[in-house]
């Protein structure tokens, strides 16, 4: 219904000759984040499930909520030890890792942990002494850690799928695998159509993508011009879109990492429910814990005066489709107007030297190791994620709430539909620097007591539902219900 009533092609828009495929592009761009809206009430109906999730029970495949909810036996060894393969187009070693990655590595190491045996497949690795792997031998005993297959013939990083699929054909045909797991597309769908025991991570979807491309025109200023490479992904988002809803149906069972990814494949891509299952990604709980005294000394450190009435903090690469541009200049109105409040910027690209610009209220603390995160979090009274490219669902998030801090974001499906799914966690804004001036100016307003209250709110909440234990005893579930059906019922099998 909504796409008689809301697009109406019958007026002659500009002339005949204007091309079909252009009418399409905005008739979908424009109704697709209507139906998404559209679909927000039944996101909500996920919060309420937090307090309800010990009642639930049935076959874990019609779950439609994130399996986070659930409570599973992870002090207990696994029913049955499963041999795991898993294709990751880089693995973690030397580097520092992207999300996807970090996720692959987490996740992985606590199942090898728990005494299945994991083999990784992935690319070349960057470390020339660390070509040589040492792995160990299944004839050694339990093996406890992930079993790394660097394939051969590409540079370090350069992931070649057919390389990778024959040392799996190779491995499988000594003894069959249990499960296989894919992180996006790392193994191609005419591959993976083979395979009914194959579950995908979707790290980020082309229907995500409409949004963020939509937001981050909307961010471009009036005098700027478009670029080349945005206005060829803006025309090559929509076909984006279809092609992945045609090739999407080749993997067998589908992990998406937050609610609002969920119901895009289930509503729009159409994937069968029980195919479809949320678990969000975790954080290492030890990694980020709530220490003020930490927090304290840090603030001392990097120069915060100790009459600091509020101090904001931001993470990550300091590039446009992070959201910088907003920021900056929301801050250099806000900054003025209360000489006592500072920013703390963690991370590195070219907005660092434009916020070092903005004089001493502002603290550019450069690129961290994800170790040294856990002093920056501290540090802060809130957490500000302008983002404009939600692809996925940003780690720093639930970092900051692990560690006890409220949170700023730009109001996104993902966001809104598993971040800040209570007002108490803190606070969203359309991705403009009107609305985050506002949010900036409430922030301010309600003070630094106020948000560590919120902040409590925030940490048993991650704590609940972000950690890695819960993500990685959340797929250990779902790998046993692919192996054997029996284990897909909660909550005993
Ligand atoms: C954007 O791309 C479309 C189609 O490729 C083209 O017709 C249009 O002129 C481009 N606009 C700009 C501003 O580059
Ligand atoms: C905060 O304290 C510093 C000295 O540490 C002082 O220079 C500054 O004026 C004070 N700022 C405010 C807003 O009171
Ligand atoms: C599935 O698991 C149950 C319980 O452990 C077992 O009785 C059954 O034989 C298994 N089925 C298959 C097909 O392995």
Same mark, same amino acid.
């Given at each position: 219904m909504a796409l008689s009533n809301t697009t109406k092609p019958k007026k002659p828009i500009i002339s005949i000759q204007s091309s079909l495929a252009t009418t399409l592009f905005f008739i979908v761009l424009f109704t697709i984040p209507a139906l998404l809206l559209l679909h927000t009430p039944t996101t909500s109906n996920c919060t309420t499930l937090s307090t309800q999730s010990k009642a639930w029970s049935g076959d874990l495949r019609t779950a439609e909520f994130a399996w986070n909810h659930l409570v599973f036996a992870d002090?207990?060894?696994?029913?049955?030890?499963?041999?795991?393969?898993?294709?990751?187009?880089?693995?973690?070693?030397?580097?520092?890792?992207?999300?996807?990655e970090r996720h692959a590595h987490t996740l992985h190491t606590t199942l090898a942990h728990r005494g299945h045996q994991v083999h990784v497949f992935t690319s070349p690795v960057n470390d020339i002494s660390l070509t040589k792997l040492d792995n160990p031998t299944v004839e050694d005993g339990p093996i406890l850690s992930p079993i790394i297959h660097c394939h051969e013939g590409s540079e370090p990083g350069r992931w070649r799928y057919n390389k990778a699929w024959e040392q799996f054909e190779e491995e499988n045909h000594?003894?069959?695998?249990?499960?296989?797991?894919?992180e996006s597309v790392a193994l191609p769908h005419w591959?993976?159509?083979?395979?009914?025991?194959?579950?995908?991570?979707?790290?980020?979807?082309?229907?995500e993508?409409?949004?963020?491309?939509?937001?981050?025109?909307?961010?471009?200023?009036?005098?700027?011009?478009?670029?080349?490479?945005f206005n060829k992904s803006l025309h090559g988002v929509i076909p984006k879109v279809l092609n992945e809803i045609k090739f999407f149906k080749n993997y067998q069972h589908h992990?998406?990492?937050?609610?609002?990814?969920?119901? *895009?494949?289930?509503?729009?891509?159409? +994937?069968?429910?029980?195919? /479809?299952?949320?678990?969000?990604? !975790?954080?290492?709980?030890?990694?980020f814990q709530e220490d003020s005294r930490l927090g304290f000394e840090f603030r001392s450190t990097i120069g915060v005066p100790q009459n600091a009435s509020l101090v904001l903090g931001v993470a990550g690469r300091l590039v446009k489709d992070k959201g910088h541009p907003l920021l900056h200049e929301a801050f250099s109105k806000l900054k003025n107007r209360h000489p006592d409040v500072y920013l703390v910027v963690a991370g590195a690209g070219p907005w660092g030297q434009r916020y070092e610009d903005l004089g001493s209220q502002?603290?550019?603390?450069?690129?961290?190791?994800p170790s040294e995160l856990k002093f920056f979090y501290n540090a802060i009274d809130i957490f500000v994620n302008p983002t404009l490219r939600p692809q996925g669902l940003d780690l720093t998030l639930m970092e900051a709430m692990m560690s006890?801090?409220?949170? *700023?974001?730009?109001?996104?499906?993902? +966001?809104?539909?598993?971040? /800040?799914?209570?007002?108490?966690? !803190?606070?969203?804004?359309?991705?403009?620097?009107e609305s985050l001036v506002a949010v900036l100016e409430a922030v301010v307003a309600?003070?630094?007591?106020?948000?560590s209250r919120r902040g409590k709110a925030c940490r048993s909440y991650a704590a609940s539902m972000f950690t890695a234990r819960k993500m990685a005893s959340a797929y250990e579930r779902l790998f046993l219900c692919i192996k054997n059906e029996t284990f897909c019922s909660y909550p005993r099998f």
């Open positions: 002090a207990t060894p696994p029913p049955v030890k499963l041999k795991i393969a898993v294709f990751s187009r880089k693995w973690p070693i030397g580097s520092t890792p992207g999300g996807m000594r003894q069959p695998f249990d499960v296989v797991h894919s591959l993976a159509r083979n395979l009914p025991n194959l579950a995908v991570s979707w790290h980020g979807i082309a229907l993508s409409v949004h963020s491309s939509i937001y981050q025109d909307l961010a471009r200023r009036p005098e700027e011009p478009i670029s080349p490479e992990v998406a990492i937050s609610d609002s990814c969920g119901e *895009m494949l289930r509503d729009v891509y159409q +994937i069968p429910s029980k195919r /479809v299952h949320v678990i969000i990604n !975790g954080v290492n709980e030890e990694d502002v603290i550019v603390l450069g690129s961290m190791k006890g801090k409220p949170v *700023m974001a730009s109001r996104f499906p993902s +966001i809104k539909g598993t971040i /800040v799914v209570d007002d108490e966690f !803190g606070f969203m804004f359309a991705p403009n620097v309600e003070g630094a007591e106020s948000l």
